[in-house]
């Protein structure tokens, strides 16, 4: 049954129906959304638990979760029939004027799960829409509208989130329109900083608190991923983030978490922040949360949120679609379905089944330069032959011949240099053991 399938390649993809597609696609669409060469991209037909199946009949297994959304596999049966059932009661309504039901069930589960007893929410479409309210928040919260980011990470591209996100392939084109108000600290880099703790990089956060934004606005913000998505799959060593912690609070310096990727039982826990001690005073979550369809918040305890003043009729900050009531009732089965420890313990024991079974398989493999992850959110890093620096675009040509193999992966890192793994909960152990077989073949002989 689709869901548990190994790879079935009936055609080397992309196949016939996929290349005319891809050819239609470049009549119709801006040449900068999706990447098209002779290997790429297969179009999806259907998709069931870990397996999706192209317009040619193919079936592989997916193991970037579509982006990292698909934690519950594709299509769980828990968002199926939340959809139906909300289908048949109200498909939109009006979130900010005249709430809908869902809308509210969804922001009570949510401020419930909060680390804080006073959760307020505002709720999104997107990830970068969640950050942008957080951003705003804490601006209006702190009274200073400088902010740390830190090099590697990614908090979207809508230009309050493009600011805070530091690779020049996005930025450079819109540089003029960007607030320049941002500081960059270094992420710590075990592999390669001369203090593997992050010493160096909680110092240089210091320095910039001191010194204030490149455009000389005081900082009153730290935006930070608990771990690293986009950036590599990137795990801070213990301690940094609980010492980053005690920093922002001995400055008076709000935190945001965008656990856009790492939360919602992704890492093991609802939010990755508590597993490697960053104590945020926000944080942002999205992707899995909708278990397929888009919707996003940012949640922040009282005395955080009510930095915004009462709506007098009119929101400062609001959206047409805001607390979409199928997006909602989605996201509301969703938690019932992580409602347990079964799913955190789920994510971990399937995380640490592919971390050890590529470390087995890689040991001694001179362009892998580290296999590491938290929960199901995994990456192996690859390096020049002499393990100088990193191997610029050699996750992308792992990606496109494990394309080949069925087994769908993606490139991560600023240099396109790790392969990242993002599956579902629902891959089986058989399954596992196919993703660790394919990937440790096609990166040693990459």
């Not at 790492?262 to 926000?282: E, H, I, N, Q, Y």
């Amino acid at each position: 049954m689709l869901g548990a399938l190994l790879p079935e390649i009936r055609v080397p993809p992309p196949g016939p129906a996929s290349r005319a597609m891809s050819a239609r696609l470049a009549a119709v669409e801006s040449r900068d959304v999706t990447y098209r060469t002779d290997g790429w991209p297969v179009f999806w037909e259907e998709a069931r638990g870990a397996n999706v199946r192209d317009a040619d009949g193919n079936v592989y297994i997916d193991v970037t979760g579509a982006f990292g959304v698909a934690l519950l596999g594709h299509g769980p049966p828990e968002v199926r029939a939340a959809i139906d059932e909300q289908t048949g009661r109200l498909i939109h309504g009006m979130g900010d004027v005249h709430p809908p039901v869902a809308k509210l069930l969804l922001l009570e589960r949510l401020a419930g799960l909060a680390p804080w007893k006073d959760a307020r929410v505002v709720l999104a479409t997107t990830g970068s829409e969640a950050v942008e309210a957080a951003l705003k928040t804490a601006q209006l919260a702190s009274g200073r509208p400088g902010i740390v980011a830190f090099e590697g990470g990614y908090h979207g591209l809508t230009l309050g989130s493009l600011a805070a996100t530091r690779r020049a392939h996005f930025r450079a084109p819109f540089s003029e329109r960007v607030y320049a108000g941002v500081a960059f600290a270094p992420f710590p880099d075990p592999l390669r900083d001369a203090t593997p703790d992050g010493a160096g990089a909680l110092r240089r956060v210091a320095d910039l608190l001191d010194e204030g934004a490149p455009n000389g606005d005081p900082i009153g913000t730290i935006v930070i991923e608990p771990v690293q998505a986009r950036g590599g799959a990137r795990v801070p060593p213990p301690g940094f983030m609980a010492a980053l912690s005690d920093l922002a609070r001995e400055r008076d310096v709000l935190i945001v978490a965008d656990e856009i990727m790492t939360g919602m039982g992704r890492c093991g826990a609802p939010f990755a922040s508590a597993r490697v001690g960053l104590d945020p005073d926000l944080i942002c979550v999205g992707k899995a949360l909708g278990g397929g369809l888009p919707i996003s918040a940012c949640l922040a305890p009282r005395r955080v949120m009510d930095a915004w003043p009462p709506s007098e009729g009119e929101a400062i900050h609001t959206s047409t679609f805001l607390g979409h009531p199928l997006a909602c009732a989605t996201a509301t089965a969703v938690l019932d379905a992580l409602g347990g420890d079964d799913a955190y313990s789920t994510a971990e024991r399937i995380g640490v089944a592919l971390v050890e079974g590529l470390r087995a398989r890689l040991a001694g493999v001179s362009r892998v330069a580290e296999v590491r992850g938290l929960g199901l959110l995994v990456g192996v890093e690859l390096v020049s032959p002499d393990g100088s620096s990193p191997a610029t675009g050699l996750a992308a040509r792992v990606a496109e011949r494990a394309l080949a193999e069925g087994v769908l992966v993606l490139p991560a890192g600023d240099a396109g240099h790790v392969v990242e793994l993002t599956p579902p909960l629902t891959l089986t152990s058989e399954q596992v053991r196919h993703v660790v077989d394919v990937l440790s073949q096609v990166i040693q002989d990459a």
